[in-house]
């Protein structure tokens, strides 16, 4: 990893520990955490459904590009990104300059088990074929995730201390 400033930042699709992980992480490794999407709520005072039903999932991805410049600003962070972040270019170049990117990739089947009783994920809540959308999402997004990663773990049936040894090991090579 490039220097002891560089952000970590976790991407990955929805359900797959990105909050989960950088929490714990960031913990153990004294660093501070930021949740983009909890930043977004932060700073406009409301919930990322309410600002997908005004200003659609096209004004969501603004502010998701603007959060993330902001907290690139910041370094010798972890920071857990939406499961969108990657859709835009602009995105996928800041993540890929002087951050360690971490891909945390799961199973269909476990996103599937992981977001089944949530109620705060817009793009889930549009259909009630839940898998069908998840499929698409990771399908679509893929090919994005791996562009911008230095390292892809695979969260499947791993506790949460396994996938941040996993990490650190990687970070401190």
């Known amino acids: 990893m490039s220097g002891n400033s560089s952000n970590i930042v976790l991407v990955g699709p929805m359900g797959s520990g990105k909050t989960s992980v950088g929490r714990r992480l960031a ?25 997908f039903d005004v ?5 969501f991805r603004k502010r ?34 002087d951050n360690f990117v971490v891909y945390l990739s799961s199973t269909i089947e476990q996103l599937l088990k992981r977001t089944i009783n949530s109620k705060s994920r817009p793009l889930l809540e549009q ?22 990663a230095d390292v892809v773990i695979d969260t499947t049936d791993k506790k949460l201390y396994v996938i941040i040894n996993e990490i650190k090991k990687v970070v401190s090579a």
């Open 27 to 51: 913990c153990s490794l004294k660093r501070d955490f930021f949740d983009s999407d909890f930043e977004i709520v932060a700073r406009t005072g409301v919930a990322i459904e309410h600002i």
């Open 64 to 97: 998701e590009t603007q959060m993330l410049a902001d907290l690139c600003e910041i370094k010798n962070i972890i920071i857990a990104t939406g499961g969108g972040i990657v859709i835009n270019l602009k995105n996928r170049e800041m993540l890929k300059h």
């Open 127 to 148: 259909s009630s074929n839940r898998e069908k959308i998840i499929r698409d999402l990771v399908s679509k997004r893929e090919s994005l995730y791996q562009e911008v």
């Open 55 to 59: 200003e659609g999932e096209q004004g």
